[in-house]
């Protein structure tokens, strides 16, 4: 199925008619996308006004992209604002992991955690050595707001609702929603990403980019690889119907 601008969901799921979803895909610190995608949803509702209306963002906020910080300060003001559901990502995983262990800071360096803590006002050196990775953690713990510590203990591995499940990876098949791991959860590729079986919702997801977003029956990627291509994507779901803005 291609993504267009009003389209059922796939394989007959619902969700309540009283109720409209707006899913955000992988942000990775890019401040301006994020600020054109509220945009853009503030001109929906304004367009298509509705009972209620739930931002869901499926995680990786951080990363990557230069604004970091910034991302998650207009996350929280957000959600002073709107109703919303933050989604734990495998890079808040990392970022929280930091502050407790620095041995991962190799791991998260390599995954774009660089642009991070240059964000909060750290430049590590080119190759820190164990001491470096102390210091640097004690340095961001310092340098990191409560609030934005707050925020990333607070994400929700998922969120269900109806027939439908939020989650930044993916969910193992055969595996209830209750006895996922929180790995496989924000982690997960394959065996998730290659299982044509339903999974009892339909699983909306980032993760793994793709040009553009992709619809299956039992899920749907929209994750554009917004930090490399420009794209931030938003889907929006509401009763049978799912479209694209």
């Known amino acids: 199925m291609q993504a267009q601008l009003d389209q059922p969901l796939p394989s007959g799921f619902l969700t309540s008619p009283q109720l409209r979803f707006y899913a955000v895909g992988d942000i990775h610190g890019r401040l301006d996308l994020l600020e054109?995608?509220?945009?853009?949803?503030?001109?929906?509702?304004?367009?298509?006004?509705c009972a209620r209306s739930v931002r869901v963002f499926?995680?990786?906020?951080?990363?990557?992209?230069?604004?970091?910080r910034e991302v998650v300060d207009c996350l929280l003001a957000l959600e002073e604002?709107?109703?919303t559901v933050f989604i734990l990502g495998n890079h808040e995983t990392l970022l929280a992991d930091f502050?407790?262990?620095?041995?991962?800071?190799?791991?998260?360096?390599?995954?774009g955690?660089?642009?991070?803590?240059?964000?909060?006002?750290?430049?590590?050196?080119?190759?820190?050595?164990?001491?470096?990775?102390?210091?640097?953690?004690?340095?961001f713990a310092e340098a990191l707001p409560v609030s934005h510590l707050n925020f990333i203990r607070g994400l929700r591995p998922c969120f269900a609702f109806d027939d439908v499940c939020f989650?930044?990876?993916?969910?193992?098949?055969?595996?209830?929603?209750?006895?996922q791991s929180l790995t496989d959860l924000c982690w997960i590729r394959d065996d998730f990403l290659l299982h044509d079986g339903l999974f009892?919702?339909?699983?909306?997801?980032?993760?793994?980019?793709?040009?553009?977003?992709?619809?299956?029956?039992?899920?749907?990627?929209?994750?554009?690889?917004?930090?490399?291509?420009?794209?931030?994507?938003?889907?929006?779901i509401e009763g049978g119907r799912m479209g694209f803005l």
């Open 36 to 49: 054109k995608v509220n945009a853009k949803i503030e001109a929906d509702l304004n367009r298509r006004p």
């Open 99 to 111: 502050v407790q262990s620095p041995t991962v800071l190799p791991t998260w360096l390599s995954l």
């Open 167 to 179: 989650v930044h990876a993916g969910v193992r098949p055969g595996v209830p929603l209750s006895k």
């Open 81 to 83: 604002t709107c109703d």
């Open 113 to 139: 955690g660089l642009e991070t803590l240059i964000s909060y006002g750290i430049r590590p050196p080119r190759n820190p050595n164990q001491a470096d990775q102390s210091r640097l953690a004690a340095e």
């Open 200 to 236: 009892g919702r339909l699983v909306i997801h980032g993760h793994t980019p793709v040009r553009t977003p992709e619809i299956r029956p039992n899920r749907i990627n929209i994750d554009t690889g917004a930090y490399a291509t420009g794209q931030l994507t938003c889907m929006w």
């Open 58 to 68: 499926l995680g990786d906020y951080v990363d990557r992209g230069p604004h970091s």
